[in-house]
């Protein structure tokens, strides 16, 4: 999440995406396997990924404009 314009695209690449997803993964794995089968999580995981249009902003950030 971009914290100064939460519309606009966040500052992560895609290897810090899939980093990060990897890691929710894997607390996700330690939650599960600490509170053993008689609980059930229910997640809604959705992998993070690099904004398209990042360059752009980047480039412009005060300019910039979602198209």
């Not at 314009?5 to 929710?24: I, K, L, M, T, Y």
């Not at 690099?50 to 005060?62: G, I, N, Q, T």
Request: proline share 7%.
């Amino acid at each position: 999440m971009n914290w100064d314009s939460p519309s606009d695209p966040g500052p992560w690449r895609e290897a810090e995406c899939h980093d990060f997803n990897e890691a929710v993964r894997q607390a996700l794995g330690r939650l599960r396997a600490e509170l053993g089968p008689a609980w059930q999580i229910h997640d809604e995981f959705y992998a993070l990924h690099e904004d398209a249009d990042l360059d752009r902003y980047l480039a412009d950030p005060k300019g910039f404009v979602r198209s």
